[in-house]
């Protein structure tokens, strides 16, 4: 049973949800602050965390940057219906996807089994094509699927699950276009929809964590109206 950490100061929200995940079969933590929820985390991390971005004590955006310290592990941003900023400046800071209020929580639902698919794609050690679960070298880039491990030039970067396969699929094929239709394929489920701006954040983030580690790091070329393409140095 997967446990969802569910952070939001809307008492509503905390009861609704946390209702119908555990009528889907998911164990559910509820937070009514980023510290409180912080507190809990720094003993025991849950599998995946759902965090609204304004909140008292510590906000969203401030929870999420502590947790990308010391984890991967999936985080969804619930958002205002008129906060673009919001959404974009939480991708970039890591989250792996977003989900606008109001919300259908049917929609919420299918994301959270989505990223939840997919993190367990990385970690089992069983049934992954073998394309896909092998040791991939490209130049100074090292993956490591089964491990969800990425080193460039011998440094680790630590990447969210979404920015992991982005780089994956890229790095598969170098000087290979991927257009952003392709790259929301290998990122999301089917049933789950993101528009181009979610793509754009996620490999900017990824190019930051990149050149944290290589200033110098230029493999990711954007081709504009095009996609992206992963030049091997």
Same mark, same amino acid.
């Given at each position: 049973?997967?446990? =969802?950490?569910?952070?939001?100061?809307?008492?509503?929200?905390?009861?609704?949800?946390?209702?119908?995940?555990?009528?889907?079969?998911?164990? *559910?933590?509820?937070?009514? %602050? /980023? #510290?409180?929820?912080?507190?809990?985390?720094?003993?025991?991390?849950? @599998?995946?965390? *759902?965090?609204?971005?304004?909140?008292?004590?510590? @906000?969203?955006? %401030?929870?999420?940057?502590?947790?990308?310290?010391?984890?991967?592990?999936? *985080? =969804?941003?619930l958002t205002s219906k008129d906060d673009e900023i919001d959404e974009v400046l939480g991708l970039r800071m890591g989250a792996?996807?977003?989900? !606008?209020?109001?919300?259908?929580?049917?929609?919420?639902?299918?994301? =959270?089994?989505?990223?939840?698919?997919?993190?367990?794609?990385?970690?089992?050690?069983?049934?992954?094509?073998?394309?896909?679960?092998?040791?991939?070298?490209?130049?100074?880039?090292?993956? @490591?699927?089964?491990?969800?491990?990425?080193?460039?030039? /011998?440094?680790?970067?630590?990447?969210?699950?979404?920015?992991?396969? &982005? &780089?994956?699929?890229?790095?598969?094929?170098?000087?290979?276009? !991927?257009?952003?239709?392709?790259?929301? %394929?290998?990122?999301?489920?089917?049933?789950?929809? *993101?528009?181009?701006?979610?793509?754009?954040?996620?490999? !900017?983030?990824?190019?930051? !964590?990149?050149? #944290?580690?290589?200033?110098?790091?230029?493999?990711?070329?954007?081709?504009?109206? =095009?996609?992206?393409?992963?030049?091997?140095?």
């Open positions: 049973m997967s446990r =969802i950490a569910l952070v939001d100061d809307d008492r509503n929200i905390l009861t609704s949800v946390s209702m119908t995940l555990e009528a889907e079969g998911f164990e *559910v933590e509820t937070y009514n %602050d /980023g #510290q409180s929820a912080l507190d809990a985390f720094n003993k025991r991390l849950p @599998d995946m965390a *759902v965090l609204d971005i304004k909140m008292p004590r510590m @906000d969203g955006m %401030d929870l999420l940057q502590r947790l990308r310290q010391k984890t991967s592990m999936p *985080v =969804i941003f792996d996807d977003y989900v !606008k209020k109001p919300f259908s929580q049917r929609l919420l639902v299918e994301r =959270i089994r989505a990223l939840l698919r997919r993190q367990e794609a990385l970690d089992a050690d069983e049934g992954a094509p073998p394309e896909d679960a092998k040791v991939m070298e490209r130049g100074e880039l090292t993956m @490591d699927p089964l491990r969800h491990s990425v080193s460039w030039k /011998g440094r680790d970067v630590s990447l969210t699950v979404t920015e992991f396969l &982005l &780089l994956q699929a890229l790095a598969q094929r170098p000087g290979f276009v !991927k257009s952003r239709d392709q790259l929301m %394929d290998v990122a999301y489920d089917d049933q789950v929809y *993101v528009d181009d701006r979610t793509i754009d954040s996620h490999i !900017k983030r990824l190019r930051k !964590k990149m050149r #944290q580690s290589d200033p110098e790091f230029s493999a990711i070329e954007t081709l504009y109206g =095009i996609g992206y393409r992963y030049n091997e140095e």
